[in-house]
Every structure is written in structure tokens, then in C-alpha cells.
């Protein structure tokens, strides 16, 4: 148990299905971020909340559409995803400017795979 | 640009002493952080070092060069559960005072017996 909870653990869609991930986090944080891990690939920073800023990878597709409603509570919205967006998506809560102490909580991950 | 270069694999012996490279080519550095993950679950942090040297913390051990751009986690008395892969990860200060942390590909340590 890391504070942070992914759910689904597992998805399978299609290229035109619209789905979401959930990330909620107990710990009282007040930054939350969404990564990708695919295999043989560095985790790769998506997006990030936090009191101060959201901060989005330029890289990052539209297709890919966060939400965060409060500091507990962060989702990932997907529509018309490709076959190479399958990959493990973590979340990770840390306090305000947690880059400081270096120290991320992260959830388990949903592992997405697109057909 | 910004990279981090750290061996792919590692295998080891039980018991014996273990210690992973990370070089880093960033700017905006603030930190370097190793991070834990066995397969199939979450990425857990070890360490962090702002300051050049030796960071102790039980078997785990991380140093840091800020000069050499350059730290190392060193992993004493292995133990089979030790076999996972870990992570350097750099805090690199961004736009409007805030921080980001960026991470390298990841060691996968095998420890045998």
C-alpha cells in the first residue's frame, strides 16, 4: 500500500473507444503527475498538478486529456488511442515542489493495452 | 538536451556488493534520486543527494559528484529480494520555481545465488 491508487489496474480498448484512469492519493500531497512506461524507455513525465502550476510535455498527444478536480483526485481521459500508446501509466503524488526532496509516491499503474 | 545513462543490466552474487552508474548531462540540476521497482509493482524511492558524497541508508548507499555530473547507488550484503530494477532520476528546477524529475532507463539487477 504506497497512499496512491490506480484504478483500472488493467485496460484493453480499442483505437475509437473513449476510457479513463483514476488516480486518487491518501497522503495528504498537494502535486500529483501522470508517467508513462513503456519497455526499454525511460519514464516519460506526461503531465503534473500542483498548487502552483499545471505543467504539460509538449510531447504529449491531444488524445491524452488530464483532469485533476481536487489535490486528491487525478484522471487521465483517452480517446481514439494507437496501438504504440500501450504502456504502463503511473501516478505519483509528492508534496508541494516534491522535486526539491526528489521523493515521488507512486500508484501501481494501469496497464493499457490498445487493439 | 537532457540524458542519463545508467548500465542496462547487472547481475550479482548473494552477498556480495553491487554498485550502479548513473552519469546525467541536464541543466537546472538540483538532485539525483534512485528509485526501486520490482516487476509488476511501483517504482519506490531510495535516496535522493542535493549535496556532493556518500549518502548511508541501511544496505543502500548513494553518492553524488555534482562536478563529474555523476552518482552511483551502491548495494551491500545482496539479498535475492534485491533482484529488481532501479532508477536514477535527476531534479531539474523549471519554469517558475518549480521542479520536475527526469529518470533514466533503469538497471535490471539479477542476484543469484
Known amino acids: ?115 | 538536451g537532457q540524458s542519463l545513462e545508467q548500465p542496462s543490466e547487472v547481475t550479482a552474487v548473494e552477498g556480495a556488493i553491487v554498485q550502479i552508474n548513473c552519469t546525467y548531462q541536464t541543466s537546472g540540476f538540483y538532485g539525483l534520486s534512485w528509485y526501486q521497482q520490482h516487476d509488476g509493482g511501483a517504482p519506490t524511492f531510495l535516496s535522493y543527494n542535493a549535496l556532493d558524497g556518500l549518502e548511508e541508508t541501511g544496505r543502500f548507499s548513494s553518492f553524488l559528484s555534482r562536478s563529474d555530473s555523476y552518482g552511483y547507488l551502491l548495494l551491500q550484503e545482496l539479498q535475492m529480494k534485491d533482484s529488481a530494477s532501479y532508477f536514477c532520476a535527476v531534479s531539474l528546477l523549471s519554469g517558475a520555481g518549480s521542479y520536475q524529475l527526469t529518470f533514466g532507463k533503469g538497471t535490471k539487477l539479477s542476484v543469484i545465488p
Open chain 1, 1 to 115: 500500500e504506497t497512499g496512491v491508487t490506480q484504478t483500472p489496474r488493467h485496460l484493453v480498448m480499442g483505437m475509437t473507444n473513449k476510457k479513463s484512469l483514476k488516480c486518487e492519493q491518501h497522503l495528504g500531497h498537494n502535486a500529483m503527475y501522470w508517467y508513462k512506461q513503456s519497455a526499454k524507455k525511460p519514464l516519460e513525465l506526461m503531465f503534473v498538478y500542483s498548487l502552483e502550476e499545471r505543467v504539460e510535455n509538449n510531447s504529449v498527444p491531444s488524445r491524452f486529456s488530464p483532469e485533476c478536480p481536487n489535490s486528491s483526485h487525478l484522471f487521465l481521459h483517452l480517446h481514439t488511442l494507437q496501438p504504440e500508446d500501450s504502456a504502463l501509466y503511473l501516478c505519483a503524488s509528492s508534496r508541494s515542489r516534491g522535486g526539491e526532496s526528489g521523493e515521488l509516491f507512486f500508484g501501481e499503474g494501469s496497464r493499457l493495452t490498445v487493439l
